[in-house]
Nanobody
Framework: QVQLVESGGGLVQAGGSLGLSCAAS????????MCWFRQTPGKEREFVGA????????YYAHSVKGRFTISTDNAKNTVYLQMNSLKPEDTAVYYC???????????????????WGQGTQVTVSS
């Protein structure tokens, strides 16, 4: 059974940094795409960024580009999200997700992703 487990969330002051990890088990995603979404109460899940695990290509939402960095360690089957210069509006539950099939194409809609983690809370205080 495939599982994605996020860790690293917490409380940080505006301007600070936080790193999230997402460890996958049950299969490898080294030839697929993994991503991060976030969600606040009452709002739809928002794409944050994604990485093609085979090529290392990344794609970010405009709101986080230049501040957030996604990386992957295929040997550990883990994807990371390094968040710098955090803002209060970054406060959300952050989810990692993965595409099941072999692909280089990075989708940005939640429906395109087959496997999801349980989410981890990130709170940025002003």
């Amino acid at each position: 059974q495939v599982q994605l487990v996020e860790s690293g969330g917490g409380l940080v002051q505006a301007g600070g940094s936080l790193g999230l990890s997402c460890a996958a088990s049950g299969r490898t995603f080294s030839r697929s795409v993994m991503c991060w979404f976030r969600q606040t109460p009452g709002k739809e899940r928002e794409f944050v960024g994604a990485i093609s695990c085979s090529t290392g290509s990344t794609y970010y939402a405009h709101s986080v580009k230049g501040r957030f960095t996604i990386s992957t360690d295929n040997a550990k089957n883990t994807v990371y999200l390094q968040m710098n210069s955090l803002k209060p509006e970054d406060t959300a539950v952050y989810y990692c997700a993965a595409v099941s099939r072999t692909t280089y194409y990075i989708p940005w809609t939640p429906e395109s992703y087959d496997h999801w983690g349980q989410g981890t809370q990130v709170t940025v205080s002003s």
